[in-house]
């Protein structure tokens, strides 16, 4: 791409992101932009294989308190003692 005056223009790969709620802007050399752009498949498949390795845990953390909460105090519809509820 060329300006009117002839002057050549040179294409860069930017990475914007947010920091200190600031947009901040980093320039990627050619040899870090394959990197960049193969991370989020990264952190999916990371992800994932967490979500796999917790599972066990979470089905027995669902379970106790699903077994608790048929044990607790049912909450009276008034928000506090004494006080009438409008409808």
Request: hydrophobic share 40%; charged share 25%; net charge positive.
């Amino acid at each position: 791409m060329q300006f009117r005056g002839g002057e050549q223009l040179h294409e860069s790969t930017v990475l914007t992101y947010t920091e200190a709620g600031r947009n901040r802007f980093a320039t990627l050399s050619p040899a870090r932009v394959a990197a960049v752009l193969a991370a989020p498949e990264r952190y999916r498949t990371a992800r994932a294989n967490l979500e796999v390795a917790i599972d066990p845990g979470r089905v027995g953390v669902v379970s106790a308190l699903s077994a608790r909460r048929g044990t607790r105090r049912v909450r009276s519809s008034r928000p506090w003692p004494g006080a009438t509820v409008l409808a």
